[in-house]
């Protein structure tokens, strides 16, 4: 496959989301191939996009995979977004200590913000299995200058886990 093949694909792929054309746009991302590394890119954003397809229809299993296809090396953001995600949808699966493993690797060096949120959701995630200073340490580091929304939740669910 050519570059300019995935990209014509992609697009295909994208308009048939929007005109609500779900299989067909399932069907078209997963003609994306990785195959020489000039497609390793658009490989990316393709796995990205039918992971959240994937786990929007709740098959979970095939969206984890399409999650795990997006490697940091092709596109670092969006490897923060897709292990993020595959956190939200292992938590969703009642799968706590993957969740765990996904969201410690969405790194601050990666995206500030995703990182902030993947601790967050990693503290209330700890917190529900009642492993509180591990939970504590997760909100601890979501620092004022990451980003305040974060850092407000994170401060709003540390002095809750104080209470406890």
Do not use: P
């Not at 490697?71 to 765990?100: H, I, M, T």
């Not at 700890?126 to 939970?135: D, F, S, T, V, Y």
């Amino acid at each position: 496959m050519k570059l300019e093949e995935a990209q014509a694909i992609f697009k295909q792929a994208s308009e048939a989301y929007k005109n609500d054309n779900i299989n067909h746009a399932i069907e078209l991302f997963s003609k994306i191939e990785k195959n020489f590394d000039g497609l390793n890119k658009i490989y990316a954003r393709a796995q990205f996009h039918l992971a959240n397809l994937m786990d929007d229809l709740k098959r979970y299993e095939e969206a984890e995979k399409a999650y795990n296809n997006v490697q940091k090396e092709d596109n670092v953001g969006l490897y923060a977004n897709a292990q993020f995600n595959l956190g939200v949808s292992l938590k969703q699966q009642d799968r706590l200590k993957e969740a765990e493993e996904a969201y410690n690797n969405v790194q601050k060096e990666y995206s500030i913000e995703l990182y902030a949120r993947a601790q967050c959701n990693l503290g209330f995630l700890l917190r529900k299995q009642n492993w509180l200073e591990e939970a504590e340490q997760a909100y601890q580091n979501v620092k004022r200058e990451d980003t305040a929304e974060q850092y407000a939740r994170a401060q709003f669910n540390l002095g809750s886990l104080r209470l406890c």
